[in-house]
């Protein structure tokens, strides 16, 4: 079993920061991309940034300049580093896997449970 787990949301005012942390455990062969995507409420889920086990990049235009993704290979864990928060940055964040648990079968996408993030104006 493949499991999830954030940590970091909160509330903070406009302009502060956050840092979000995932960490996966479970019978893992690899995770490739692993990333971070929100929704606010009335809207759907949409990209925020990912990042592949060779450390390449993504991130959506919204968040480009302000946010951060890193990942810890060996710790099986990616983190967001959200800098200048704004208002509309307000939504559940999810941390997101493709994670490969047999070498046998294609690899799954698996969400973590979500953690807030409120920013106030």
């Known amino acids: 079993q493949v499991q999830l787990v954030e940590s970091g949301g909160g509330l903070v005012q406009a302009g502060g920061s956050l840092r979000l942390s995932c960490a996966a455990s479970?019978?893992?062969?690899?995770?490739?991309?692993m990333g971070w995507y929100r929704q606010a409420p009335g809207k759907q889920r949409e990209l925020v940034a990912t990042?592949?086990?060779?450390?390449?990049?993504n991130y959506a235009d919204a968040v480009k300049g302000r946010f951060t993704i890193s990942r810890d290979n060996a710790k099986r864990t990616v983190y967001l580093q959200m800098n200048s928060l704004k208002p509309e940055d307000t939504a559940v964040y999810y941390c997101?896997?493709?994670?490969?648990?047999?070498?046998?079968?294609?690899?799954?996408?698996?969400w973590g449970q979500g953690t807030q993030v409120t920013v106030s104006s």
């Open positions: 479970g019978s893992i062969l690899s995770i490739n991309p």
């Open positions: 990042i592949t086990s060779d450390g390449v990049t």
């Open positions: 997101h896997g493709t994670v490969k648990t047999t070498t046998f079968l294609p690899p799954s996408n698996y």
